[in-house]
């Protein structure tokens, strides 16, 4: 294997299976084109996988299904990695991710003050939407994750098993973010918010 592609392999391990990046996290290895020359080398070596074009991932393998689907957290952040935008994961997806419902959907919306676009990965469609700032609260944290799933749940019968959930489950920076936003949540928010960062 040429030096290139055994520094881009070993970073890539670095950083654990699951793993999703382009390759601008590689020029530091060399140049633009070497890069893309390698990184198809180690895809044809079945190394890494390529999910789409300028997008590739260390998947996961499973002992029953073989590799598992690319990452969703992992691959939003490779895909704005570099923008500057602000993004944040809302409905279902939101909620799933924080353990509040089995639902795993098919398109997942993330709400951003950056250029929307629709992303196919397979069968999973990723939609950036255009987001007013109120609606950005928290945008890229664990906190932002939980207003976005709150609102998701919004009247759901089950609401205090999902805040009880979220009260022992929740880190205690994530609740601190979660505090110090607190003011600036919709109403009908704040007393939900407040509950799950009481003490």
Do not use: C, E
């Not at 990046?21 to 590689?26: D, L």
């Not at 950005?136 to 994750?145: I, V």
């Not at 880190?171 to 607190?182: E, F, Q």
Request: glycine share 8%.
């Amino acid at each position: 294997m040429q030096t290139i592609d055994k520094s881009i392999i070993n970073r890539i391990r670095g950083s654990g299976a699951g793993s999703v990046f382009s390759p601008n996290q590689f020029l530091d290895l060399g140049h633009r084109s070497a890069v893309g020359v390698a990184l198809h080398r180690l895809v044809k070596a079945g190394k890494i996988r390529r999910i789409r074009r300028g997008l590739y991932d260390l998947p996961r393998s499973n002992p029953i299904i073989g590799q598992t689907a690319p990452d969703i957290m992992a691959t939003v952040r490779a895909l704005m990695d570099g923008s500057h935008a602000q993004w944040q994961f809302t409905g279902a997806y939101a909620a799933n991710a924080l353990g509040l419902s089995d639902q795993v959907p098919a398109k997942v919306i993330i709400l951003t003050d950056g250029v929307p676009r629709r992303v196919a990965l397979g069968k999973l469609v990723l939609v950036f939407r255009r987001a007013a700032p109120r609606n950005l609260l928290g945008a890229g944290t664990r906190a932002g994750l939980v207003i976005q799933a709150l609102r998701y749940l919004h009247g759901s019968p089950d609401m205090p098993k999902h805040i009880s959930k979220l009260k022992k489950d929740l880190d205690a920076r994530t609740k601190k973010d979660l505090a110090a936003l607190t003011p600036k949540l919709p109403a009908w928010m704040r007393p939900l918010a407040q509950q799950i960062t009481q003490t």
